[in-house]
């Protein structure tokens, strides 16, 4: 029989290496597991039943700084839902595992500087209206792709490309490229203006679209500022080029207004406006295309929207909102959203109201590695829901989420 000491001994000799290397590079380890139970009425749209699930992620990672201008970062993340393998005796696949990000940063984008990010990586820019990380979904959104950015006393700007799809793969049928550049300026101590444009290109698969591409540009610009106890935002973009071979001209404006207690509360007046098309069946898309955003932050926590134009029926969206939040303490915090959602263009429809909702959400942070927080939405139907084939009827939506970050 092998000895206590034996394996102890053993263990230390090959934990050498490793405490060698870690003085020569500084090493950094973290992860988050986020757990959340989710009720949903209808789960299945548009007027499917009632049901529960639980959902978690699952993060471990590791950066490595190996200079003063050279890192590399490495996140491994497993979703999945419970109960999803009956028997985890015969699961020999790992299939929920996947590599969310690993990149190699090179260099540091400060004072004029460069830097270069190489690999899969999360991209978020400006509020994330069009490209962002989607964090509140369990899996979250990551690109295959190159950013290089430089900044400077009066702001930064990034330039960042993507691989989407590549034919050449295993099961992939379909050539896609996103290529962006954002900048970022400070014209005044509390007001920035950001200017951006968002290329993107798909030729997809000859059997199903013929020789009918995807070149589409997105060009836009973004003011955010405050003055005293007051915050606001505007922005607008424009989308021009072509959508499989159909001519794009569509737009999106908003604007917010916000008004701070005191560090405690706070009110906020918000409205969207993005295009639609009255006429589907003409040879131009009115349609604005929300691309790769995170709509879980502005169009309703019950995500009726997450992919626009196709959940908004190709009709647009006008969003009017009012948005509230209290600070009970430094852990407490009470949020309150009321939603007016109508269609930007109706067209031939009977309604162009697709209805309201009403979002509540508490968290509560316990330390400084674990928050709770707690959600209940509610969305009142209307007929413009139902004649695109979405809601018909009623929804109602709760979550408890636990998010341990280490």
């Not at 270069?116 to 979904?137: D, H, K, M, P, Y």
């Not at 290109?201 to 500022?225: C, F, I």
Request: hydrophobic share 40%; with cysteine.
């Amino acid at each position: 029989m092998i000895s206590r000491k034996c394996v102890t001994l053993a263990l230390l000799l090959a934990a050498l290496p490793t405490a060698a290397f870690a003085q020569e590079v500084d090493l950094k380890f973290g992860g988050q597991v986020r757990p959340r139970f989710e009720y949903r009425n209808p789960l299945v749209l548009p007027d499917g039943d009632a049901e529960t699930a639980v959902s978690m992620r699952t993060r471990l990672d590791l950066r490595a700084g190996l200079d003063d201008n050279l890192a590399a970062f490495i996140q491994i993340q497993d979703v999945r839902l419970w109960g999803s393998e009956g028997n985890t005796l015969g699961d020999f696949s790992a299939n929920g595992l996947d590599i969310h990000q690993a990149y190699i940063d090179l260099g540091k984008a400060v004072d004029g500087g460069f830097m270069g990010r190489f690999g899969r990586q999360e991209v978020n820019f400006g509020g994330q209206r069009l490209i962002g990380s989607v964090n509140w979904a369990q899996q979250a959104r990551s690109f295959d792709g190159i950013r290089v950015g430089s900044g400077g006393s009066v702001g930064n700007i990034d330039v960042f490309a993507a691989k989407l799809a590549d034919a050449q793969a295993f099961d992939i049928e379909q050539e896609a490229d996103l290529v962006s550049g954002y900048g970022t300026w400070d014209i005044t101590e509390t007001q920035d203006l950001d200017l951006y444009w968002i290329y993107d290109h798909r030729e997809d698969d000859e059997a199903v679209a013929g020789d009918q591409k995807t070149n589409r540009h997105t060009l836009g610009t973004r003011w955010v500022g405050n003055v005293s106890r007051f915050t606001y935002r505007a922005e607008g973009s424009y989308q021009t080029g072509q959508l499989l071979g159909t001519d794009v001209s569509a737009f999106m404006f908003g604007g917010r207004l916000a008004y701070g207690f005191g560090g405690k509360a706070s009110v906020t007046l918000w409205y969207d406006y993005l295009s639609g098309d009255g006429d589907l069946g003409d040879d131009t898309s009115k349609v604005f295309d929300t691309l790769f955003a995170t709509n879980h932050k502005f169009y309703g926590f019950a995500d009726l929207f997450l992919n626009i134009p196709v959940h908004t029926g190709g009709r647009g969206l006008q969003d009017m909102a009012i948005k509230g939040s209290y600070r009970f303490n430094p852990e407490w915090m009470l949020k309150l959203d009321l939603h007016s959602f109508h269609m930007a263009d109706k067209g031939p429809l009977t309604s162009g109201h697709f209805g309201e909702e009403i979002d509540v959400v508490a968290s509560w942070k316990y330390n400084k590695y674990l928050t709770m927080s707690a959600g209940v939405a509610y969305v009142f139907q209307n007929d413009g829901w139902a004649e695109i084939g979405r809601l018909t009827k009623d929804m109602g939506w709760v979550y408890l989420m636990l998010d341990a970050k280490f």
